[in-house]
């Protein structure tokens, strides 16, 4: 079974902190993407890599960066952490694109409080 | 990607199949159909996707009409854990796509005993 791993389920920071968020898989997936999900506005896409050292911005990127220096590991910054990036933070990852049809396989998501 | 409609809510009895359907009339011819659930405080689950035929894995079975324009999930045995919003999703499956998932509203199933 795929087993994508992030690093904690809650975490609780206060504004103008520096933090990371961390994602690993396990079935050696090229693609891996970082989501967050808010109530209303359903699943968001805030930057996605498709092969190590590679990123692309997804829809929100703003107040955010990312790190993949190996394979396996995806990591979610937040620059300097404000109130309106609480919310929940959703790794997931795949194979290629070029095999058709690959699904997006999830983490169990990390529950973040800006204080 | 093409838009779906799925019902707000569903309910099933333990045991019994539960079939969750979809409708994606506007599908392209490259796009597939993928079902995700989501528990409440978890992250998505795959359950299945298809393309054109039907498809059947241990934790559901994927039924497309010939037109492809609706399809239907069914959980053959459904338990009170499989309690969750089930996604209905329609997106491209490779070449040089955008690559992101977008979840509707979803059907919220419930299962009682």
């Known amino acids: 079974d795929v087993k994508v791993t992030q690093s904690s389920r809650y975490l609780v920071k206060r504004t103008g902190e520096k933090v990371f968020l961390e994602c690993v898989q396990d079935?050696?997936?090229?693609?891996m993407f970082w989501y967050r999900q808010d109530p209303g506005l359903g699943l968001r896409l805030i930057y996605f890599?498709?092969?190590?050292?590679?990123?692309e911005k997804g829809d929100i990127p703003e107040g955010y960066s990312v790190s993949r220096e190996k394979k396996e590991r995806f990591s979610l910054i937040l620059e300097s952490a404000s109130t309106n990036q609480t919310s929940m933070y959703l790794c997931?990852?795949?194979?290629?694109?070029?095999?058709?049809?690959?699904?997006?396989?999830f983490g169990d998501g990390t529950r973040l409080s800006i204080l | 990607d093409a838009k779906t409609t799925q019902p707000t809510s569903m309910d099933c009895a333990e045991g019994r199949a539960a079939n969750l359907p979809c409708n994606h009339s506007t599908i392209s011819g490259n796009e597939y159909v993928y079902w995700y659930r989501q528990i409440h405080s978890q992250g998505p689950q795959y359950i299945i996707h298809?393309?054109?035929n039907n498809e059947t894995n241990e934790m559901a079975s994927l039924i497309i009409t010939e037109d492809r324009k609706s399809s239907t999930l069914i959980l053959p045995h459904a338990t009170l854990r499989d309690t969750a919003v089930y996604y209905c999703i329609v997106r491209v499956g490779g070449g040089t796509s955008y690559g992101k998932l977008t979840f509707g509203q979803g059907t919220i199933l419930t299962v009682h005993p």
């Open positions: 298809g393309l054109k």
């Open positions: 079935m050696d997936h090229e693609n």
């Open positions: 997931a990852s795949s194979l290629s694109e070029v095999l058709l049809g690959q699904p997006q396989h």
């Open positions: 890599s498709y092969d190590v050292k590679m990123k």
